[in-house]
């Protein structure tokens, strides 16, 4: 390809992340320089509080010669209506909100003057929408429709409500996906089910290096078939005009599942049972994992993929009843409806069981197999 412009939508600084990872000045700026990036950038997660987190992002900003542009990050709980005032007037340019880290949802009334702030000054707000959390999808939509003005900006492709949301995105045209997300089924339905205008590439620096998620979503972009435009518009056209606080640009239509070997929905589904299974042959209640799948069946009950999301989740329900298994302690329990599970959501084109049928023989399937 001819070389791409990249514009990282999703970066952090920070030092006290309970996660523990760390992320300097120099060593988020080498990343960069490394893939020839610019990016935009937040706080790691403060359990301390966001203000004096937000005032180093901004100097580290500064002092960056241009290669990092600062978004201030609010916790709901602690007046985030006059420190999002405070860092703009610093010189923020966008907003960053964490659901999960900060325990809150999106229609608390605590959030709404920001919204409204937002949609006055036409800047982004980037909301945590990935692991850890509910689905958040309903809410979101509400938001862009109060406030069209405003630019929300769902990170992790926004695998909380992939299965459905990518529907909305064709009607809001102030929704958008970033692609700071690791999954390639993940990827894939989002390149090719959500309009390419409304994608924004996104690495989640230091969980990931820039140059690594550039190349590995540029391979995703290939193969769903996105044009060298559409390519430039989402590794970094259209945030340039986001931030800029121009009209974003239509970017045309998503290139559709042609190009895919499996239905894009359902892979998804089928990847988070697969993560689940691994983890239940080392012991381990998958219960992350198990509530992606969970979310990844939430399509919408015209899709093609509905009756097999069905039985999938009558599955996972399922085994939180079942009995116990004839099996060793060192599995996690209700092994066989997850497999079963994996299975139905790589047949979808055979007849799916119904509603009162029987259930699988808990000893089915052995590990040793």
Same mark, same amino acid.
């Given at each position: 390809?001819?070389?791409?412009?990249?514009?990282?939508?999703? &970066?952090?600084?920070?030092? !006290?992340?309970?996660?523990?990872?760390? +992320?300097?000045?120099?060593?988020?700026?080498?990343?960069?320089?490394?893939?020839?990036?610019?990016?935009?950038?937040?706080?790691?997660?403060?359990?301390?509080?966001?203000? #004096?987190?937000?005032?180093?992002?901004?100097?580290?900003?500064?002092?960056?010669?241009?290669?990092?542009?600062?978004?201030?990050?609010?916790?709901?709980?602690?007046?985030?209506?006059?420190?999002?005032?405070?860092?703009?007037?610093?010189?923020?340019?966008?907003?960053?909100?964490?659901?999960?880290?900060?325990?809150?949802?999106?229609?608390?009334?605590?959030?709404?003057?920001?919204?409204?702030?937002?949609?006055?000054?036409?800047?982004?707000?980037?909301?945590?929408?990935?692991?850890?959390?509910?689905?958040?999808?309903?809410?979101?939509?509400?938001?862009?429709?109060?406030?069209?003005?405003?630019?929300?900006?769902?990170?992790?492709?926004?695998?909380?409500?992939?299965?459905?949301?990518?529907? /909305?995105?064709?009607?809001?045209? !102030?929704?958008?996906?970033? &692609?700071?997300?690791?999954?390639? +089924?993940?990827?894939?339905?989002?390149?090719?089910?959500?309009?390419?205008?409304?994608?924004?590439?996104?690495?989640?620096?230091?969980?990931?290096?820039?140059?690594?998620?550039?190349?590995? !979503?540029?391979?995703?972009?290939? $193969?769903?078939?996105?044009?060298?435009?559409?390519?430039?518009?989402?590794?970094?056209?259209?945030?340039?005009?986001?931030? /800029?606080?121009?009209?974003?640009?239509?970017?045309?239509?998503?290139?559709? &599942?042609?190009?895919?070997?499996?239905?894009?929905?359902?892979?998804?589904?089928?990847?988070?049972?697969?993560?689940?299974?691994?983890?239940?042959?080392?012991?381990?209640? #998958?219960?992350?994992?198990? /509530?992606?799948?969970?979310?990844?069946?939430?399509?919408?009950?015209?899709?093609? $993929?509905?009756?097999?999301?069905?039985?999938?989740?009558?599955?996972?329900?399922?085994?939180? !009843?079942?009995? #116990?298994?004839?099996?060793?302690? $060192?599995?996690?329990?209700?092994?066989?409806?997850?497999?079963?599970?994996?299975?139905?959501?790589?047949?979808?084109?055979?007849?799916?069981?119904?509603?009162?049928?029987?259930?699988?023989? #808990?000893?089915?399937? $052995?590990?040793?197999?």
């Amino acid at each position: 390809m001819p070389r791409v412009e990249l514009f990282d939508a999703h &970066t952090h600084l920070g030092q !006290n992340d309970p996660d523990e990872y760390r +992320s300097s000045l120099s060593e988020l700026t080498e990343s960069l320089a490394a893939a020839g990036a610019r990016a935009t950038v937040f706080p790691m997660h403060e359990p301390g509080g966001y203000p #004096p987190a937000n005032d180093a992002v901004i100097d580290d900003s500064e002092r960056s010669g241009g290669t990092l542009v600062p978004f201030c990050r609010l916790d709901p709980a602690n007046d985030p209506l006059a420190e999002a005032e405070r860092c703009l007037e610093r010189g923020a340019v966008g907003i960053k909100l964490h659901p999960r880290a900060e325990g809150f949802a999106l229609d608390i009334p605590a959030l709404e003057p920001v919204f409204a702030l937002a949609d006055e000054r036409r800047l982004p707000v980037l909301v945590h929408a990935g692991r850890g959390i509910p689905a958040l999808g309903s809410h979101a939509v509400a938001v862009c429709d109060r406030h069209p003005g405003l630019r929300l900006i769902l990170a992790h492709a926004g695998i909380c409500d992939l299965a459905w949301i990518w529907r /909305a995105a064709r009607d809001l045209p !102030n929704l958008f996906f970033d &692609t700071a997300w690791w999954s390639p +089924s993940d990827l894939l339905a989002l390149f090719a089910l959500v309009p390419p205008g409304h994608i924004l590439f996104a690495s989640d620096a230091p969980y990931a290096t820039p140059s690594f998620a550039a190349y590995m !979503n540029l391979r995703y972009a290939r $193969q769903a078939g996105l044009s060298p435009g559409q390519i430039e518009l989402v590794f970094a056209g259209q945030l340039e005009r986001i931030l /800029a606080g121009e009209e974003p640009l239509d970017g045309g239509e998503p290139p559709g &599942t042609a190009r895919l070997d499996h239905d894009p929905l359902l892979e998804r589904a089928y990847a988070f049972l697969l993560a689940s299974i691994g983890q239940m042959f080392r012991g381990v209640e #998958p219960t992350e994992t198990l /509530a992606l799948a969970e979310l990844a069946c939430k399509v919408h009950d015209d899709s093609p $993929q509905a009756e097999t999301c069905a039985a999938v989740l009558r599955l996972l329900e399922m085994r939180e !009843n079942a009995p #116990p298994e004839n099996r060793p302690p $060192q599995f996690a329990p209700g092994l066989s409806y997850v497999i079963a599970a994996a299975g139905l959501a790589r047949t979808p084109d055979v007849a799916m069981p119904s509603a009162g049928g029987a259930q699988p023989d #808990p000893g089915g399937a $052995q590990p040793d197999r």
